[in-house]
């Protein structure tokens, strides 16, 4: 989460953090191929196709954290 820029405004920062998202996939074993060229376009339909994905991928495996608190995360 420290690697993350939380302030991305250009197309170079927003290639990092995909980066990023990609090799905690990876990590976490997911071989689903990412276009990240197309995602960092920040076209709808594209977003919106890989957020339902992330969405059904999660609830398919994940284990909810009760008490998560995403501010906390990200100032670790």
Known sequence: ?????????????????????????????VTKKIDLNKLVKAKYQDNLEMIQWLKRYLEM?????????ALVRRSN
């Open 61 to 69: 495996t994940a284990q909810l954290i009760p008490d998560y608190n």
């Open 1 to 29: 989460m420290g690697k993350v820029n939380w302030q991305a405004k250009f197309e170079y920062d927003f290639m990092a953090n995909l980066r990023i998202f990609q090799q905690a996939l990876q990590k976490i074993g």
